[in-house]
C-alpha cells in the first residue's frame, strides 16, 4: 500500500519571515513537483499547554499523527502553537517554524502547510498571534489538545474559531469536563462543540441505529432499560453513548428510559450495551472494540 504521506519538509523560521518562508518552500515544491496543488479548506489551530521552564526557543514538532491524519482528511493551514505563561523567572519568547506536507502521488498529489509556534507569553497576547497568521476568507477551528477538566480553556482563544476540538478521553474528571465545554455555550461567540470521542462511537451508533430499526416490539415497550458496561478510560465514551441512545429511545413518545453505567475492568471491551424492555420485548445487546495498534483517531468496530 503506498503511504499517504509523500513528503514532508520543515525549517527554522522566525515570526516576522513566517510568510515569507512559506512562500519560498512553496516556490521549491512547485519548481520539484508541479502538478502538486495547494490545499486550504480552513485553519486549524492546534493548542497545547508547556511548562515555562521549556526551551521557547524550540519550535513544537510538525510531524505528530494525529496532525498528520488530520490534515490528510481535512486539508487546511495547520497552526500548531504551544503555549507556557512567562513570569519573572521565565521572560517572553518566541521561536517559530514552517513546513509542507505533501500527499499522495503524480496527478493526486495536494500539499498543506504548517505553522509551528512556541510562545511564552501572557494569555492577553495569544488571540493576536493567532489573527496574524490565519487566513481570514476560511473558517478557523481549534483543536485543545489538553485535559479540559483539569484546566479551563483560554475563552479568548477558543471563541475565535468555529469550532472548538477536543477529546474527552483525556478528561480525568468527566462532570468537570462537561461542565468547562458546555459553560462556553454561554459566551456571545460561542463555538460550535466537536469532540474526537464522537467520532470513535460511530461504528456503535451505526449498529445500534441498525439494531433498533429492526426492533419494532422493543421500541413499543413503555419503559426501557440500558446497562452500558465500559473499561477504564471509557466513562466519557460511556455518557456520550447514553446521551445520543437516550435522545433516540425516548422519541417520539417521551417514554422512559432507565440507565446505568459501570466501569468494569476485566471481561469488556472499550464499551458495550444491553437494551431491554422487560421479559416479553427481547433485548438488543452490542459491543464496541478497539483494533490493536490503534491510535486516538481510530474508531474501531461494533458487533451486535
Known sequence: MERPVAGHVVRASTPESIERDLSTLWREL???????????????????ETSPADDANQAPALDAAEVVEVALRHPARIIVLAHAACGPEFPPAIAAAVGILTFGSGGARHAVEQIAIHSRCSEAALPSIVRRLTFGDVPTSVWWTGDLSQSPPLTALVTMGRQLVYDSRQWVDVAAGVSRVTGLLEH??????????????????????????????????????????HRPGEE??????????????RRPSEREVAVTVTEQADGVEAISIS???????????????RPPGHSDLDVGRAVI
Open 30 to 48: 512547485a519548481r520539484d513537483a508541479p502538478a502538486t496543488a495547494r490545499a486550504v479548506m480552513s485553519n486549524l489551530v492546534v493548542f497545547r
Open 188 to 229: 456571545p461567540h460561542a463555538p460550535d462543540l466537536a469532540d474526537l470521542g464522537w467520532r470513535r462511537l460511530t461504528p456503535m451508533r451505526l449498529a445500534l441505529g441498525h439494531g433498533l430499526r429492526g426492533a419494532g416490539e422493543l421500541l413499543n415497550a413503555p419503559m426501557l432499560r440500558a446497562r452500558v458496561l
Open 236 to 249: 466519557a465514551l460511556a455518557w456520550l453513548l447514553v446521551g445520543w441512545l437516550s435522545s433516540r429511545l
Open 275 to 289: 437494551i431491554d424492555g422487560g421479559e416479553a420485548t427481547g433485548m438488543i445487546t452490542a459491543t464496541m472494540k
